[in-house]
């Protein structure tokens, strides 16, 4: 049985979905007095971009049913170069069609901080709200006793039903600090969003394609230690700390450099 516990941990996981992008948009659009459609273009940058462009070659390359993917998933190296440079070259692509093309005509130097707010503050309303309602129909399935019966079906593959059947330690394991771990990984990846987005936006009004290249390389190696936790190499902590010091150094450097 999944307890109140873990149910408020989750509400809280789907309330930071929605409070932390949306309240961060509407202050940044009401201070500012921005376009909240540039917003709107980042968000719908990074869903475009980074859930249905990116998954083409993931498909081929992270598939465990294919020779490929077996070795991809198999080796620390390939699995860390292709994860975080496939991040990189589809959402920052993502970007600077973007600014050449729907935000070509507003120059001013707040839309690359606006598209940055959208870009990543859709993926932690997609990474904290689905996710947080996915837990919470999977843990209301196990208190009701339907989700024994969903993994049991003939129909599901190994595959399938492998990761289904570690859906309730999952659960189990989810606390307080593993939630608020999560919201603020969302909080510190919104940052370095912002951050390429200014860079890019750079790369396009001031003609230097090599600052669209540099967004590539950072956001590749922000993904890198990610990539380097899930086989064991670095513990979660080395993780978040190197993840909450390289977003904001670096979106530091890039605001005073290029906030023109």
Request: with cysteine; aromatic share 14%.
């Amino acid at each position: 049985m999944i307890g109140t516990y873990t149910f408020v941990c989750i509400g809280l996981m789907i309330a930071a979905g929605i409070i932390l992008p949306l309240g961060t948009a509407i202050w940044w659009v009401k201070t500012r007095h921005e376009k909240f459609t540039t917003v709107l273009v980042g968000a719908a940058t990074w869903f475009v971009f980074a859930i249905i462009l990116e998954s083409i070659p993931k498909a081929f390359l992270f598939n465990q049913a294919s020779p490929i993917g077996k070795a991809v998933l198999g080796n620390v190296f390939l699995f860390t170069v292709f994860g975080a440079l496939l991040a990189g070259i589809f959402e920052e692509t993502g970007r600077l069609v973007a600014f050449k093309t729907v935000l070509k005509n507003r120059t001013n130097k707040e839309t690359g901080i606006s598209h940055g707010i959208g870009h990543g503050g859709f993926e932690a309303m997609y990474l904290l709200l689905v996710g947080g309602i996915q837990y919470l129909i999977y843990a209301s399935m196990v208190n009701n006793g339907t989700f024994g019966v969903m993994t049991n079906r003939g129909a599901i593959s190994t595959a399938d039903a492998s990761a289904l059947e570690a859906i309730p330690e999952a659960l189990a394991a989810i606390t307080l600090g593993t939630i608020l771990l999560s919201i603020t990984e969302r909080i510190f990846s919104m940052i370095l969003h912002v951050g390429l987005s200014i860079l890019v936006f750079s790369a396009v009004k001031k003609s230097r394609i090599s600052l669209y290249f540099l967004a590539i390389a950072m956001h590749a190696l922000f993904d890198v230690p990610a990539a380097l936790y899930q086989f064991g190499v670095l513990n979660l902590y080395a993780t978040e700390i190197f993840i909450a010091i390289f977003a904001v150094v670096f979106t530091f450097v890039v605001y005073k450099k290029l906030h023109f």
